[in-house]
Nanobody, 125 residues
Framework: QVQLEESGGGSAETGGSLRLSCVAS????????MGWFRQAPGKEREGVAS???????TYADSVKGRFTISQDNVRTIQYLLMNSLKFDDTAIYYC???????????????????WGQGTQVTVSS
């Protein structure tokens, strides 16, 4: 059973930074596309970024140039470094896994099967 556990959420001021981590259990990174998603109150869950072992990295337009996704293949930990945070980045952030390679054009929740419980990120001015 694949398990994903996020950490690193919290509060930050606009312009600040946070780094999220996601530890994966019972999963081999070489076989999966790993992604980060977020869901703000009253809004649909949206893709933030994804990465696979082939080096395909995809970002949502709203975070390009500010967020960086990476992964440690040995320790099966995925990271999301969030810089220049904006109020609109406030949401619950989830990590997820999809069998296969990532889509290079977009990050869609419908493509992902395994999900973590989420971690809250709150950005204030």
């Amino acid at each position: 059973q694949v398990q994903l556990e996020e950490s690193g959420g919290g509060s930050a001021e606009t312009g600040g930074s946070l780094r999220l981590s996601c530890v994966a259990s019972n999963l081999t990174y070489s076989r999966y596309c790993m992604g980060w998603f977020r869901q703000a109150p009253g809004k649909e869950r949206e893709g933030v970024a994804s990465i696979d072992s082939a080096g395909t990295i995809t970002y949502a337009d709203s975070v390009k140039g500010r967020f960086t996704i990476s992964q440690d293949n040995v320790r099966t930990i995925q990271y999301l470094l969030m810089n220049s945070l904006k109020f609109d980045d406030t949401a619950i952030y989830y990590c997820a896994a999809a069998l296969g390679t990532c889509n290079s054009a977009y990050v869609s929740p419908r493509d992902f099967y395994y999900w973590g419980q989420g971690t809250q990120v709150t950005v204030s001015s």
